[in-house]
Structure formats: structure tokens, C-alpha cells
């Protein structure tokens, strides 16, 4: 069982930058972020493969947002720039998925194994 811990959510106004950052307690084949903002589903963002390095985003958030990762920490970061009030939601840490079907814009929340508790991303105009 591998527990994520994610850290770096806060507010910030309009073209502000946050940083958020995800542990994981064990080795991952990929990780990667969802965000779920109030009455919407959960969608994907970004995510990355431990590997080969392979990184995948969402259309919404390519040329902003960047996930990059440490694997000597088993950590995963996304750096926000350009922030958007539209990007305001709970960000979500997943682990062990098919991050590659974020560029079908629908990937399943079910087929991702581990998830972390969220952090807060808010985005004032």
C-alpha cells in the first residue's frame, strides 16, 4: 500500500504561481495530478512516468502548468503558472494509473490505484 501525501495549495490571485508536491511512501510506476472543483467531476491534469520520464496534461492547462519529478524522494511536483480563476479546485496526487489517457481529455478516475487527500488551489480575479 503506498500512501500519498500532497503540500503547496493556497490562494493566489490571477497570473499568480503556486507549487504543489506530492511524497509517495514507495515506489510508483507514474504519478500524476486530478482536480475536482465544487459540482464538477473529477479531471485530470497532468501526470508523469517514473521511467521513461514521460509527461502527459490536460489541453486546459499545457504551456502553464509543468509536472516534473524526483525519484530518488519518490516525489512528484506541479508547477502553476499563469493561474486562472478557472483553475480553482481540490487537487488530488494519484499513483499507478494510465496517465498516457489524459490526452484522450477523459481518462477514469477508477483505473488510478492511489490517491492522496487533496490540497486546495485558489484562484482570485
Known amino acids: 500500500q503506498v500512501q500519498l501525501v500532497e503540500s503547496g495549495g493556497g490562494s493566489v490571485q490571477a497570473g499568480g504561481s503556486l507549487r504543489l508536491s506530492c511524497a509517495a511512501s514507495?515506489?510508483?510506476?507514474?504519478m500524476g495530478w486530478f482536480r475536482q472543483a465544487p459540482g464538477k467531476e473529477r479531471e485530470g491534469v497532468a501526470g508523469?512516468?517514473?521511467?521513461?520520464?514521460?509527461?502527459y496534461y490536460a489541453d486546459a492547462v499545457k504551456g502553464r502548468f509543468t509536472i516534473s519529478q524526483d525519484n530518488a524522494k519518490n516525489t512528484v511536483y506541479l508547477q502553476m503558472n499563469s493561474l486562472k480563476p478557472e483553475d480553482t479546485a481540490m487537487y488530488y496526487c494519484?499513483?499507478?494509473?494510465?496517465?498516457?489517457?489524459?490526452?484522450?481529455?477523459?481518462?477514469?478516475?477508477?483505473?488510478?490505484?492511489?490517491w492522496g487527500q487533496g490540497t486546495q488551489v485558489t484562484v482570485s480575479s
Open positions: 508523469i512516468y517514473t521511467v521513461s520520464g514521460n509527461t
Open positions: 494519484a499513483a499507478d494509473g494510465p496517465f498516457h489517457t489524459l490526452l484522450t481529455g477523459k481518462p477514469r478516475v477508477a483505473d488510478f490505484i492511489y
Open positions: 514507495g515506489y510508483t510506476y507514474g
